[in-house]
């Protein structure tokens, strides 16, 4: 994550979190009325942080700031709603093995990059088979996310599904070249990592070219083939943003890398 001025005139989460304890003493966490007020709460609180992110775009006029701050304040949300549910409404005195749970962004959100209107894409993650408590927690956060207005994109799976489905999915397999842990178990996600480069990237990379290439091809004939449109699609067209960010995703596939800082130390870019 890019450095973030100010993180906490964003979202206090120290403040947010003795908050939601002080809701918890007040009403069970069981009941209707702890979520109500939860959900009260919560809204605040992103309502003013994304008047912050608003307010930093208009002094500055500066884009990828207000990307990077918009994320942190989302990372800052969902690790909320994650505590609270382990600690407060699905509590576990004795887990097991299977319960276990790690939140992964993908997407422009697992670049750190959300735009005011972007969705929020995420990949909930266990070890096995998914348990009931993994299913009440991920519900939980979800819901309140709708509940909050934002546009949630998800997936629910377990480390191999992962592996799976990325080997026959170009999308899941790009979505997944940038993932990032965002909360929850760290060692499910560093072994979906270390499979990921294992069986899907190393030796992979003229595989990857081609399908990217292909799916680039397929997109421009959709959106006129032509990089000349009187009014281009500046997202999906020919020249646009996609089109950077494939030379950015083959560039990280090929050179076995998720920092773009990493590719400009080996000079592949400058």
């Not at 939860?38 to 994304?50: I, W, Y």
């Not at 775009?57 to 994650?82: C, E, H, V, W």
């Not at 972007?118 to 993994?134: A, G, H, N, V």
């Not at 999915?169 to 979505?175: G, L």
Request: glycine share 8%; aromatic share 10%; proline share 3%.
């Amino acid at each position: 994550m890019e450095n973030i001025p100010n993180r906490r005139e964003l979202i206090d989460r120290k403040k947010l979190v003795l908050a939601i304890n002080d809701i918890a003493e007040k009403y069970s966490p069981n009941g209707i009325e702890f979520r109500g007020a939860l959900l009260d709460h919560m809204k605040s609180v992103l309502a003013d942080g994304e008047e912050t992110v608003k307010r930093r775009f208009l002094a500055t006029n500066k884009g990828r700031p207000a990307m990077y701050a918009r994320s942190f304040l989302i990372d800052q949300i969902i690790r909320t709603l994650y505590d609270t549910a382990v600690q407060h409404i699905y509590r576990l005195s004795n887990p097991t093995t299977e319960e276990k749970l790690s939140i992964v962004a993908v997407g422009g959100y697992g670049r750190g990059e959300l735009a005011p209107y972007s969705d929020i894409d995420l990949l909930f993650m266990f070890p096995y088979k998914q348990t009931s408590w993994c299913e009440q927690v991920v519900e939980f956060i979800l819901y309140m996310l709708w509940d909050l207005g934002l546009k949630v994109g998800h997936s629910t799976r377990n480390v191999n599904e992962c592996i799976r489905m990325a080997k026959s999915d170009i999308t899941i397999q790009t979505a997944l070249l940038e993932a990032r842990h965002l909360w929850g178990d760290q060692d499910l996600f560093s072994e979906m990592r270390q499979k990921y480069f294992k069986e899907i990237v190393s030796g992979n990379s003229k595989a990857f070219i081609e399908s990217k290439l292909q799916e680039r091809g397929e997109r421009h004939e959709r959106f006129g083939n032509s990089r000349y449109v009187v009014e281009p699609n500046m997202k999906e067209g020919k020249g646009g943003l996609r089109d950077l960010h494939t030379l950015f995703w083959i560039a990280k596939f090929v050179h076995g890398t998720t920092e773009i800082s990493r590719l400009v130390e080996l000079g592949v870019l400058t």
